[in-house]
């Protein structure tokens, strides 16, 4: 399935027509995001019937589409958007109850070994799961719209004084490119380079040799007087033989050059 490109700044503001299509969304078809639920829950075995996996895939869906459609989502207005339109039922709980019942069937063809986390969740019609439901749907439709990240820049808000709240606000970057010219060092408006700076970086990027700088070149001359042998011989160490047995077992080095090859032309 092909998605859209992560956006590179902050998603707009969704409108009241994104809440419908936000909500109409087939979640239960798109593997990607049910993956990335899964993750986000703690791995397949860490499933369960409660509110608080149920609120995990909502802010799940909320981040999964602002990637998807490039639409900021806000969390309690998508809440009181449910609140004011009841004919649109919540479809977190059926997402858990779908990822549950997959990680029932996939445990009940294994037999999880002994000691291990993986356990057989509590049934969908069962009374514990039933009440982890009713608490998750109340606090929904009739619980205190409380949006943690907007209550944290409330407080942030108001620790901020009043003339610096009323002063401009502007970007925290610099434009470099005013001084870092290619003409002469130097661009208009901009801080010069150091002349000998300017200097250097003219020349690399004409072409010309760098003042003060030597060329090495690709062949390094060899000193005539060097021979692959030496002219001293070694000493002969305590457990080595007579020179008699070790000139006859010496090998026969006629065949190898008394001096370097000349250097190939360089071209």
């Not at 049934?123 to 719209?145: C, I, N, T």
């Not at 970007?171 to 250097?200: C, M, N, T």
């Not at 003060?212 to 007087?225: K, S």
């Amino acid at each position: 399935m092909e998605t859209a490109p992560v956006p590179s700044t902050i998603a707009p503001e969704a409108g009241p027509e994104d809440f419908q299509r936000f909500h109409e969304y087939r979640w239960d078809l798109d593997v990607e995001f049910l993956k990335g639920v899964v993750l986000a829950c703690g791995g397949l075995n860490a499933l369960e019937r409660t509110g608080s996996k149920a609120e995990i895939i909502l802010h799940s869906r909320i981040f999964y589409f602002a990637r998807l459609a490039g639409v900021s989502m806000p969390y309690v207005g998508y809440k009181r958007w449910l609140r004011d339109n009841r004919q649109f039922k919540p479809v977190d709980w059926n997402l858990l109850d779908l990822l549950c019942d997959k990680k029932d069937a996939q445990l009940s063809r294994r037999a999880p070994p002994a000691g291990s986390a993986g356990s057989i969740s509590i049934s969908r019609d069962s009374p514990e799961a039933q009440r982890e439901k009713d608490a998750w749907f109340h606090e929904l439709y009739d619980g205190g719209l409380f949006d943690p990240p907007a209550a944290v820049q409330e407080q942030l808000s108001a620790a901020v004084p009043s003339w610096q709240a009323a002063a401009p606000k502007g970007d925290l970057y610099v434009d470099h490119r005013g001084s870092a010219g290619v003409e002469k060092g130097k661009d208009e408006g901009g801080a010069p380079y150091p002349e000998r700076f300017a200097q250097i970086i003219e020349a690399i990027q004409s072409g010309k040799p760098v003042e003060g700088i030597q060329e090495i070149p690709n062949n390094i001359a060899r000193n005539p007087d060097t021979t692959p042998f030496g002219k001293m011989a070694a000493p002969k160490k305590p457990w080595e033989r007579s020179s008699a047995e070790a000139k006859s077992a010496a090998p026969d080095y006629t065949t190898i050059d008394k001096s370097f090859p000349d250097a190939e032309p360089e071209h």
